[in-house]
């Protein structure tokens, strides 16, 4: 059995994660705690454990994984003290996703506390960064936005299927459960109920996490805000190279992704959020529009969004099946 612990653990992805450990026949829940060195007063009770412990480094260290569910800012520091004492780490935060540390002070108004560490995390899209996951010591876990349109894109964009001179338009939906637990005004439910917004236009922190990945800033990216609570679709307009069409793309996307257990390629029909809820899958679609392209998938923002590719990622870090707890 392999010792993991979760940091962080009273939010929304803490408890995800809680339930996952709970059912991995491999994996045993070792410590769940918060960030801070006391006790939260009014920590909810959890599935496997009510009593939510202050952050305690020597319990981490008896651990071989340790989840961080902190927020940005708050986990570069606890990363360098959980490496030392000998842990592997999957972090949650975006505080290793970006491999630029002026573009992290820009985006997230901090100076980054650990840039040493930049150059050895690793970004952990599962299925397109699997075998240096399983080198690793420390995982960046992306940012649900970035892996609902990441997905579908990477394999397009590395084969030259797109053309590189047409902006690419990715439109996002979420559930509020992305924005996290803390109450604020957008997201309680007064402001959510019979209600639809866009929000953060052209400036929302994902975006460079998406143009760093992709290799390009030839991106749009505009995220909304649904009335549920959990659950993402991304509608992506792209504009083929030559001589390719939604079929073509269609195939490359099902001859890529065809023995991944998490990724599924639609022949025909739409991606929907509540196919997915609960689960680590991303479903994807295809449809021509004109000269246009249209890429839909679906996923859900806790699961393959967050806690479930975070699973996924330890998996590959304890040397276990990368399936293991998630089907």
């Known amino acids: ?56 480094l020597g319990v981490v260290g008896q651990c071989d994984g340790v989840f961080l569910c902190t927020p940005h800012g708050a986990s570069a520091e606890l990363v360098v ?26 985006v997230y108004g901090l100076q980054h506390q650990a840039p040493d560490l930049l150059s050895e995390s690793v970004y952990g899209l599962t299925e397109h960064k699997r075998q240096a996951v399983a080198a690793a010591r420390l995982i960046a876990n992306p940012g649900c936005y970035p892996t609902s349109i990441l997905l579908p894109l990477l394999p397009l964009s590395e084969n030259d299927l797109l053309d590189q001179t047409t902006t690419i338009l990715a439109d996002s939906k979420s559930g509020v459960s992305g924005a996290g637990k803390s109450p604020k005004d957008r997201t309680v439910y007064g402001a959510v109920a019979e209600n639809f917004l866009a929000y953060a236009v052209g400036s929302h922190r994902h975006t460079p996490e998406i143009h760093q990945e992709l290799g390009t800033n030839n991106l749009v990216f505009v995220p909304h805000l649904l009335p549920m609570f959990r659950g993402m679709l991304s509608t992506i307009y792209v504009k083929p190279s030559g001589g390719q069409d939604a079929d073509s793309l269609r195939a490359r996307l099902r001859e890529h992704y065809a023995n991944e257990p998490f990724i599924q390629v639609f022949d025909r029909g739409q991606p929907e959020t509540d196919r997915v809820a609960g689960s680590n899958q991303c479903h994807i679609a295809v449809a021509q529009a004109g000269d246009t392209v249209v890429l839909t998938s679906a996923i859900d923002n806790l699961g393959k969004g967050a806690a479930g590719q975070a699973m996924q990622n330890m998996n590959l870090l304890l040397g276990l099946e990368e399936t293991q707890g998630l089907l």
């Open 81 to 106: 003290e959980c490496l030392e004492v000998g842990c592997k780490v999957v972090d949650l935060s975006a505080d290793f996703r970006l491999h630029d540390p002026g573009v992290y002070a820009s």
């Open 1 to 56: 059995m392999q010792k993991v612990t979760i940091v962080g653990a009273s939010g929304y992805t803490g408890r995800e994660l809680t339930n996952l450990v709970d059912r991995h026949p491999q994996m045993q829940l070792h410590g769940l705690m918060t960030a801070r060195k006391h006790v939260v007063p009014d920590a909810p009770a959890l599935p496997v454990d009510p009593q939510i412990q202050p952050l305690d």
